[in-house]
Nanobody, 118 residues
Framework: QVRLVESGGGLVQAGDSVRLSCAAS????????MQWFRQAPGKEREFVAA????????TYADSVKGRFTVSRDNVKMTVYLQMNSLKPEDTAVYYC???????????WGQGTQVTVSS
């Protein structure tokens, strides 16, 4: 019923920019805080960025501050992650997550692969 679908990943060069999208359905996006996580091969999934349900507050992992920007469009039911100045260490599967602002229920997308070559 609730569905989060990430897109926009691919193979890029170091220094390139990519914008990921997370299209949501089956929920009212304005009721959810949205986050991006990533998981590299052999590594644990790690937090990347979050945006409050209103869109007025954002949080970033130290590793991506100044390079990544999270935004949302509750009308289009889409969350974005703009990734600039990509580094090889950014290579990972990127996942979209929705957390209900009242119940704290969590939904995950299936992920999109981002590969950054040197």
């Amino acid at each position: 019923q609730v569905r989060l679908v990430e897109s926009g990943g691919g193979l890029v060069q170091a220094g390139d920019s990519v914008r990921l999208s997370c299209a949501a359905s089956g929920l009212t996006l304005s009721n959810f805080e949205m986050q991006w996580f990533r998981q590299a091969p052999g590594k644990e999934r790690e937090f990347v960025a979050a945006i409050f349900w209103s869109g007025g507050s954002t949080t970033y992992a130290d590793s991506v501050k100044g390079r990544f920007t999270v935004s949302r469009d509750n009308v289009k039911m889409t969350v974005y992650l703009q990734m600039n100045s990509l580094k090889p260490e950014d290579t990972a599967v990127y996942y979209c997550r929705a957390t209900h602002r009242i119940t704290a229920r969590v939904y995950w997308g299936q992920g999109t692969q981002v590969t950054v070559s040197s």
